[in-house]
């Protein structure tokens, strides 16, 4: 069973500071990542994504992935409270015609003035 | 370019009836996820429908099936409704699958 991980949280972290998200995922084969913010009652906006060929920066955001030990992070740099919101992390698996995205449960982020 | 668009945005039935949800995706994606969520579940996936077959499906009982269109809008459907599936039911279009862009979603409570 190909699974992902995240701490539910909730992460805290000061206005202005580095806000760090982990997502684990057991399918070593796995080649795409996704990382969606949701807003309380709002549905899941994409934020970035990245290959299993490396990471990526834009604006405040930068995902990096470790294939090693099977994780990817999503940094936030600058955190501001409208950064305040539930992280989800998605994994597309590596084998198979028809792959689906495996979802994990998210990470709640408070961003505190 | 328009977003995802998905209708009704909130509707209320009662257990035992049946309720229909409609998609329709950006234009020029030809796939389309369904998914449930509800608090402490995350999302679960319903189904993936990419032109007009379906390619993916999640555990869900048969009584929530869907179908796409040939100008890729979809619809899912839940029969016989039960009060555990009072949920938020979100749409996800995308061009091949995996990059996958939301609509607002539908709350559907069951009374």
């Known amino acids: 069973q190909k699974e992902v991980e995240q701490n539910s949280g909730p992460l805290s972290v000061p206005e202005g500071a580095i806000a760090s998200l982990n997502c684990t995922y057991s399918d070593r084969g796995s080649q795409s990542f996704f990382w969606y913010r949701q807003y309380s009652g709002k549905s899941p906006e994409l934020i970035m994504f990245?290959?299993s060929n490396g990471d990526k920066e834009d604006g405040r955001f930068t995902a990096q992935l470790n294939k090693a030990s099977q994780y990817v992070s999503l940094l936030i740099r600058d955190s501001q409270p409208s950064d305040s919101a539930t992280y989800l992390c998605a994994v597309l698996p590596g084998a198979g015609n028809n792959r689906k995205l495996i979802w994990g449960l998210g990470t709640s982020l408070a961003v505190n003035p | 370019k328009a977003g995802v668009t998905q209708t009704p945005r909130y509707l209320i039935k009662t257990r035992g009836q049946q309720v229909t949800l409609s998609c329709s995706p950006i234009s020029g994606h030809r796939s389309v996820s369904w998914y449930q969520q509800t608090p402490g579940q995350g999302l679960q996936f319903l189904f993936e429908?990419?032109?007009?077959?379906?390619?993916n499906k999640g555990n869900f009982p048969g009584r929530f099936s869907g179908r796409q269109f040939s100008n890729s809008r979809s619809e899912m459907n839940v029969s016989t409704l039960e009060l555990g599936d009072s949920a938020l039911y979100l749409c996800?279009?995308?061009?091949?699958?995996?990059?996958?862009?939301f609509g607002p979603g539908t709350r559907l409570t069951v009374t």
């Open positions: 996800a279009s995308s061009l091949m699958g995996y990059e996958q862009y």
């Open positions: 429908y990419f032109s007009e077959t379906q390619r």
């Open positions: 990245i290959y």
